[in-house]
């Protein structure tokens, strides 16, 4: 799920509230059915928040400490640290970050840094502060990515953003803020539409404009660009098809060998 709204609105205090970070003035914050703030040391180890400005939260040596800094807290095996640390930098693609000092990182590289230190302790709920801002197309497909794995295993993902275009693509349900509350609640491939955008005061995106200029329906615009269940299955199978045909090679080449040397 999303939560939008202009920039002021409580976005960021509402997930920091959600990560047992900043108590609520009123309301209770359940995880499971139980009270955060009645066993906050236990409960906030299923919950993992991203702050917008990751360095926020960076402040290690190195980028391998970085990301075992959580794991390492949680009293685990020293192997087991080193086993999901290089596991989370090899699906983020910053496994040449290892020995780099955090600071000295760009801004699309400490943010998957960030990420990284969240995701290698696998919590069931994921907060999301603004997770594409000052991202290129590629780190932003990699934030895609990893939202539909996230997904796929069962998780729980909230993340709060100004781009309509992203959260059209991805989120199944959004919430719309203003002025600390919700406004409007609507389906994730209904953000862009002019009515849902006029009632709330956002501005409207550069797709939905395109959609009004060429008189696209915004049906077949998420048919072309939302990231559906049927999108996840044909990328899997995708995925599965390309390794079946790579080890089928791989037995080939095998073969040819083995002859080839007799």
Aim: glycine fraction near 8%; include cysteine.
């Amino acid at each position: 799920m999303a939560i939008l709204g202009p920039t002021g609105c409580g976005k960021s205090t509402l997930l920091t509230i959600m990560a047992g970070l900043m108590r609520p003035d009123e309301g209770r914050v359940l995880v499971n059915g139980e009270d955060l703030f009645g066993n906050i040391k236990a409960l906030r180890r299923h919950i993992g928040l991203l702050f917008q400005d990751p360095e926020h939260q960076l402040f290690n040596a190195t980028v391998y400490d970085e990301v075992a800094y959580a794991l390492r807290t949680m009293g685990m095996p020293e192997d087991e640290v080193r086993r999901r640390v290089l596991r989370v930098v090899e699906e983020l693609g910053i496994r040449e970050l290892l020995d780099r000092r955090p600071f000295k990182l760009s801004v699309g590289e400490k943010k998957k840094v960030a990420l990284a230190s969240v995701l290698s302790y696998d919590p069931e709920v994921l907060l999301l502060d603004e997770p594409t801002a000052n991202l290129g197309a590629r780190d932003e497909a990699l934030i895609i990515s990893t939202l539909v794995k996230a997904r796929r295993a069962g998780k729980t993902v909230v993340m709060a953003s100004h781009d309509l275009e992203f959260v059209f693509r991805v989120a199944d349900k959004a919430y719309i803020m203003g002025n600390g509350t919700i406004k409007a609640v609507v389906k994730g491939e209904d953000v862009i539409k002019p009515e849902v955008l006029d009632a709330v005061g956002l501005t409207p995106p550069l797709i939905t404009m395109v959609a009004e200029h060429f008189r696209i329906s915004y049906e077949e615009i998420a048919s072309l660009t939302r990231v559906t269940e049927e999108h996840e299955r044909q990328e899997q199978s995708l995925k599965l098809g390309t390794k079946a045909h790579a080890s089928s090679f791989d037995t080939v080449a095998s073969n040819h060998g083995d002859k080839g040397g007799g």
